[in-house]
């Protein structure tokens, strides 16, 4: 799928950024805005036909990758979840109000 192969190359772009720093923070800027795309495309990607919109456009991840920061994805993919447990109630919130 499109989406694991947008996944991936973020992931090894990340990581070349990490490892060799000397080669690649002098398109740090360029990169994490290509990074960030990325993550959008994917993260529209990897939502349920039937899910509504609304629920990625709360999503933090999201918010961020459209306005050119991977920072909040990085921190996610460091094992920091502190966004996602404040967007599944979000969601859980559109849900009620939408069941109503």
């Known amino acids: ?41 994917r993260l529209e ?5 039937g899910d509504p919109p609304e629920w990625l456009a709360c999503s933090p991840y999201y918010v961020a990758a459209l306005a050119g920061d991977p920072g909040p994805s990085d921190a996610y993919m460091d094992g920091d979840d502190s966004l996602r447990k404040a967007w599944l109630d979000e969601i859980a919130k559109l849900r009620r109000n939408t069941e109503l």
């Not at 060799?20 to 990325?38: I, N, S």
């Not at 990607?45 to 036909?49: F, R």
């Open 1 to 41: 799928m499109i989406s694991d192969t947008l996944f991936k190359a973020e992931t090894e772009i990340r990581q070349y950024q990490r490892d060799q720093p000397e080669v690649y923070d002098r398109l740090k800027p360029k990169l994490d805005a290509l990074r960030a795309h990325m993550i959008a495309v």
């Open 45 to 49: 990607l990897d939502q349920y036909p």
